[in-house]
């Protein structure tokens, strides 16, 4: 079994802090797999964890590169994946 | 019965049990644990636990964008990887305290790092960090109480991050121990109308749950009061609720000479409560509110459209808005980002616009544009004007982009001494009595040392207040205050006693104020402001002008 991964651009307004940020790891743990997130070429860290995921600093337009494998991998990333492009500061203050 | 002595901020008074806002936790130290690595592995599992459902249980007891960023508070407590970095320290003989401390102190360098808007949110992580130490130590948690029952809260002074997180509902009335009327807790105080007694050194004896009176009209903290007390202050704010229910005329003195009434406000959005409180129109828009974003300044038909609903609130009336106020105690970085040693005395205010002139023109374009399709009356002023030269600058610019009135305010000794050659340029003159204090004073009011310095009712502010009244009367220039003195029911007879003909304020004033004018003729408030005027110092100006009534 190959490892799936997928790279996409952030499209929240002020980046992946806390709000934006949790709904995309509470989504990730949701999926039930091991899911790693990693910013550019840098380290990969557990999807799942709102610290690790707010730690990488990801701004607008950043690239983040998903990874996961096994069953359902394929569907967990084109999810997770929607969710990083998605700009959840719209409408807020 | 014994009484404590503040500030107090407007003329409201509340009865209720103390909760005093726990202190910020010191950082630990780190010391090896003598406990062993699977004590303090429990100690950290129980203090997380505790802390995530806490916060779970808070959020599920609000909604909207409060809820979810308390879920992402829950779920930051409980986040693997923190467990992963708090693990690493205590299995290498870290206490619980140190390994939690040292952990967050780790993701918050991480995010200053990236800077920008998430550098500026590494300060939620040390609410949670601090929340999961206080549980480790067996003490209340650092921040607003929240003891489910409405109470007074006591506090050494609110940050603007506190006030935000202040639930309304609970919060009886406000007593701080530091800050003056200029503080934070005091503007907010202000704003909604809560009764506070600010400066109240006092206050630091009291403990929760002791009952206690705030009286923000005498500047007093009723301790141990007894019945007759209680009934009396019960009675006071029942009538003060009822006068504000009372449908609201435009301001005026006994004897019939119109005094304008009008609202500091902040954003759009609060155009509507301010005219159901009867103002008569804004003397103070701050447009500070468009440009919180750290980086950039908003888009021309971003500030038309903001400009544009205001405007649209106010048929027929007088809008006064001020361009962007940026430096000192609110800097923004693109406009001045140069470290100042005194920013109060530095790049601000139109000086900073000046030096970015781009944003100004930007702010004039949009703000011309939305008067045109409007119907309110606007006119635009200029915030730390110091000069006759900055003055005409100023004004020629805003006509120059077909805006008809353009005034200034007067918040430098200097403008209030040269009233006269300035308004031979302006059209009005808005007095800020906040800054003009502190210049006149030499005391940062933000600084709780020197916050006994920050008083408006300071004979040397008033003598400054009454040049430009006559400045105004002489060149038949309309002077206004918009500071904070405005809602000082007794000083604003004495504001208009000094030739002030307009009075602007946060909209819960209006109608302390509006009952101060109604009772005193315009030869009633001249005697009040000459008594003032009269006096050595802040304190008996104050009494000399009670006692002239």
């Known amino acids: 079994m190959t490892a799936l991964s997928r790279t996409v651009r952030i499209g929240s307004s002020h980046g992946l802090h806390a709000r934006p940020a949790k709904i995309f790891a509470q989504a990730a743990k949701e999926t039930g797999i091991p899911v790693t997130i990693a910013k550019d070429a840098g380290k990969a860290v557990n999807a799942a964890s709102i610290l690790g995921v707010i730690a990488l600093g990801l701004e607008q337009g950043d690239y983040a590169t998903l990874s996961a494998e096994g069953e359902g991998a394929e569907a967990a990333l084109d999810r997770l994946a929607e969710l990083l492009v998605t700009d959840h500061d719209e409408g807020a203050a | 019965m014994p009484a404590l002595r503040g500030v107090g901020i407007g003329q409201g008074v509340a009865t209720g049990p103390v909760r005093r806002m726990a202190e910020a936790l010191p950082a630990p130290e780190n010391t090896p644990s003598s406990a062993g690595a699977d004590a303090e592995r429990a100690r950290v599992a129980e203090?997380?636990?505790?802390?995530?459902?806490?916060?779970?249980?808070?959020?599920?007891?609000?909604?909207?964008?409060?809820?979810?960023?308390?879920?992402?508070?829950?779920?930051?407590?409980?986040?693997?990887?923190?467990?992963?970095?708090?693990?690493?320290?205590?299995?290498?003989?870290?206490?619980?305290?140190?390994?939690?401390?040292?952990?967050?102190?780790?993701?918050?360098?991480?995010?200053?790092?990236?800077?920008?808007?998430?550098?500026?949110?590494?300060?939620?992580?040390?609410?949670?960090?601090?929340?999961?130490?206080?549980?480790?130590?067996?003490?209340?948690?650092?921040?607003?109480?929240?003891?489910?029952?409405?109470?007074?809260?006591?506090?050494?002074?609110?940050?603007?991050?506190?006030?935000?997180?202040?639930?309304?509902?609970?919060?009886?009335?406000?007593?701080?121990?530091?800050?003056?009327?200029?503080?934070?807790?005091?503007?907010?105080?202000?704003?909604?109308?809560?009764?506070?007694?600010?400066?109240?050194?006092?206050?630091?004896?009291?403990?929760?749950?002791?009952?206690?009176?705030?009286?923000?009209?005498?500047?007093?903290?009723?301790?141990?009061?007894?019945?007759?007390?209680?009934?009396?202050?019960?009675?006071?704010?029942?009538?003060?609720?009822?006068?504000?229910?009372?449908?609201?005329?435009?301001?005026?003195?006994?004897?019939?000479?119109?005094?304008?009434?009008?609202?500091?406000?902040?954003?759009?959005?609060?155009?509507?409560?301010?005219?159901?409180?009867?103002?008569?129109?804004?003397?103070?828009?701050?447009?500070?509110?468009?440009?919180?974003?750290?980086?950039?300044?908003?888009?021309?038909?971003?500030?038309?459209?903001?400009?544009?609903?205001?405007?649209?609130?106010?048929?027929?009336?007088?809008?006064?808005?001020?361009?962007?106020?940026?430096?000192?105690?609110?800097?923004?970085?693109?406009?001045?980002?140069?470290?100042?040693?005194?920013?109060?005395?530095?790049?601000?205010?139109?000086?900073?616009?000046?030096?970015?002139?781009?944003?100004?023109?930007?702010?004039?374009?949009?703000?011309?544009?939305?008067?045109?399709?409007?119907?309110?009356?606007?006119?635009?002023?200029?915030?730390?004007?110091?000069?006759?030269?900055?003055?005409?600058?100023?004004?020629?610019?805003?006509?120059?982009?077909?805006?008809r009135t353009a005034g200034i305010m007067v918040e430098v000794p200097s403008s209030a001494l040269l009233a006269d050659r300035l308004l031979a340029h302006a059209d009005f003159a808005s007095i800020g009595t906040n800054d003009l204090t502190q210049y006149t004073m030499a005391a940062d009011r933000l600084l709780g040392s020197v916050a006994s310095f920050q008083d408006p009712w300071h004979p040397a502010v008033l003598r400054l207040v009454a040049e430009v009244g006559r400045a105004g009367a002489a060149l038949g220039k309309p002077v206004g205050v918009c500071g904070e003195a405005a809602a000082d029911p007794l000083l604003a007879v004495v504001l208009v006693g000094l030739g002030v003909g307009s009075l602007s304020m946060a909209p819960s004033a209006l109608a302390d104020v509006r009952r101060a004018l109604a009772e005193r003729t315009l030869d009633d408030a001249r005697r009040v402001a000459a008594a003032a005027l009269a006096a050595d110092d802040a304190t008996s100006a104050r009494t000399a002008a009670q006692a002239t009534g």
């Open chain 2, 47 to 403: 203090a997380i636990s505790f802390v995530a459902a806490d916060l779970t249980r808070r959020a599920e007891a609000v909604d909207g964008t409060a809820r979810e960023v308390l879920e992402a508070q829950a779920m930051i407590a409980d986040d693997p990887t923190l467990a992963d970095e708090v693990e690493e320290r205590v299995a290498a003989g870290a206490t619980a305290e140190w390994a939690v401390h040292d952990a967050f102190a780790g993701f918050r360098a991480s995010l200053e790092a990236v800077g920008g808007y998430l550098g500026e949110r590494a300060a939620d992580l040390d609410d949670i960090a601090q929340r999961v130490l206080a549980r480790l130590r067996g003490v209340a948690a650092p921040g607003v109480p929240d003891p489910g029952h409405p109470f007074v809260l006591v506090a050494r002074d609110l940050a603007p991050a506190d006030t935000a997180l202040l639930d309304l509902d609970q919060v009886l009335a406000l007593i701080t121990t530091d800050g003056g009327p200029t503080s934070h807790t005091a503007i907010l105080a202000r704003e909604k109308g809560i009764v506070a007694v600010v400066g109240a050194v006092d206050a630091v004896s009291l403990a929760d749950d002791e009952t206690v009176i705030v009286d923000a009209a005498a500047g007093t903290v009723v301790t141990d009061p007894n019945a007759d007390e209680l009934a009396r202050a019960a009675e006071r704010a029942a009538e003060r609720k009822a006068a504000d229910a009372a449908p609201a005329s435009p301001g005026a003195l006994a004897d019939g000479t119109p005094i304008a009434l009008l609202a500091n406000l902040g954003k759009p959005g609060d155009a509507a409560d301010a005219a159901a409180r009867g103002a008569e129109g804004v003397g103070l828009f701050r447009t500070e509110f468009l440009f919180l974003s750290a980086t950039h300044a908003p888009t021309v038909s971003v500030q038309r459209e903001a400009y544009r609903e205001l405007l649209a609130a106010f048929p027929g009336r007088k809008v006064v808005v001020r361009v962007l106020d940026a430096g000192a105690d609110k800097p923004l970085p693109f406009l001045n980002d140069a470290h100042e040693e005194n920013p109060a005395l530095g790049l601000r205010g139109l000086r900073a616009l000046r030096a970015s002139e781009d944003i100004l023109r930007e702010q004039l374009t949009a703000l011309a544009e939305a008067d045109a399709e409007t119907e309110a009356d606007l006119w635009v002023m200029a915030p730390m004007v110091a000069t006759v030269e900055e003055t005409a600058y100023f004004t020629a610019l805003a006509r120059a982009y077909g805006l």
